[in-house]
């Protein structure tokens, strides 16, 4: 028989919570924009965010279109199986369906991969100033982080292989990584994959891989029937300009996938969400505009830093990483100006500021700000 339950006897209910979790540091978002127009006054419309990697340009005018008509259908639960959106991915990847599973943005693939595989105790290896959720992902199920040094702010693959241990299931990889804007070329990528033990799973995170260019894009969904301890995550949230939406997708071995639908929420992908995904996905030149755009957006943010004497980092993705000293003061001197960008000392890079390649006019103003703002 059960011994009676004894009254507990903490005061914050919070002590419930396993030690792990109560450990957890937040993942901190960008700052809104009415948020800091209600802090300081402003008019929202004339503030400028480039704080969380978003396609300046939104969705394209079909997306939008798509989007409203499938309000027509709000009372109905969408899609659980995700049919049409997997399909369409499939085809696009040449994989089977079955290899496909769609997230409540690419960070629940993120999540679901650490809530089928990790236990408490086991290790998850990802590199110093990778992405934030992979320490927050392993730290929720109890398994341990093992942070690994970087190299020129980028991934030491060769370091990050030899951490792997008996106690590893997990490596992340992000390429291009956020928020460092590094990038792993294809080769030395799939060298890797094909290194590490096949009972670790090896998350490739590619968010941002739509603003590689088309020659740098590994061919990591081809990847996934060669290493079946391979899990590619893409996102809809970044090129395709759909971050409000929430929409993402894994492709990865039938097997893997399986255990990642066990566990996910049955629904977890809105029924707007995969009907803009859908019609987003076909849109290959919009995708390619928005590349274009960020290509000379991000060259005009490197001429800007050029003129002001400020170091970065060389970036592949939509956003790029300025040391300005004081990175904390400069933050807020651009927030009274109206400009948000994102501070990264939680990466470790107390004197960066990550700004996200934004509209010519939004670039404009930022740097006309950030000129103000490092002046001592
Ligand atoms: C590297 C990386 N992976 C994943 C994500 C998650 O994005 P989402 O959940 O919107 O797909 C982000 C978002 O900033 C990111 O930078």
Redesign the pocket.
């Known amino acids: 028989m059960n011994a009676p339950h004894a009254p507990a006897h903490h005061p914050d209910p919070a002590h419930l919570a396993p030690e792990y979790v109560r450990h957890i540091a937040r993942y901190i978002p960008g700052k809104p924009v009415d948020e800091l127009a209600r802090e300081f006054g402003l008019d929202e419309r004339t503030i400028v965010k480039l704080a969380?990697?978003e396609n300046p340009r939104g969705p394209s005018a079909a997306v939008r279109a798509a989007i409203a008509k499938a309000t027509d259908e709000l009372s109905r639960y969408p899609d659980g199986n995700g049919f049409a959106l997997k399909s369409a991915l499939a085809h696009r990847f040449g994989v089977a369906p079955e290899c496909v599973v769609l997230g409540n943005?690419?960070?629940?693939i993120?999540e679901l991969v650490t809530q089928a595989f990790l236990r408490p105790g086991d290790h998850a290896v990802y590199a110093r100033h990778a992405?934030a959720?992979y320490p927050l992902a392993t730290q929720a199920r109890g398994a341990t982080g093992i942070e690994v040094a970087a190299k020129e702010y980028g991934h030491d693959l060769a370091a990050m292989r030899r951490a792997i241990t008996a106690s590893t299931r997990i490596v992340f990889v992000?390429n291009p990584?956020?928020p460092t804007g590094t990038w792993i070329a294809p080769d030395a990528l799939e060298a890797f994959v094909a290194s590490v033990p096949s009972d670790v799973l090896v998350v490739l995170?590619e968010?941002?891989n739509e603003y590689l260019e088309p020659a740098q894009c590994a061919p990591s969904a081809a990847w996934v029937a060669r290493y079946p301890h391979l899990v590619v995550?893409r996102?809809f949230?970044k090129a395709y300009g759909l971050?409000a939406l929430?929409v993402?997708y894994g492709i990865m071995n039938a097997n893997v996938a399986e255990m990642l639908n066990r566990v996910r929420q049955p629904f977890n992908v809105n029924a707007l969400a995969q009907a803009a995904a859908l019609t987003a996905l076909a849109d290959t030149d919009y995708v390619a505009e928005s590349r274009d755009l960020n290509r000379t957006g991000r060259a005009a943010l490197e001429e800007g830093f050029r003129s002001l004497g400020l170091a970065w980092v060389p970036s592949h993705a939509n956003f790029l990483l300025v040391k300005v000293g004081d990175a904390g003061r400069v933050y807020q001197k651009l927030l009274r100006q109206g400009v948000i960008v994102r501070p990264v000392a939680n990466y470790g890079l107390p004197e960066w500021l990550r700004v996200t390649v934004g509209l010519p006019d939004e670039n404009r103003r930022f740097l006309e700000a950030l000129g103000g703002a490092v002046r001592p």
Not at 105 to 108: A, P, R
């Open positions: 969380s990697n943005g690419s960070n629940d993120l992405f959720v992000a990584n956020n995170d968010a941002y995550s996102t949230s971050a929430r993402g």
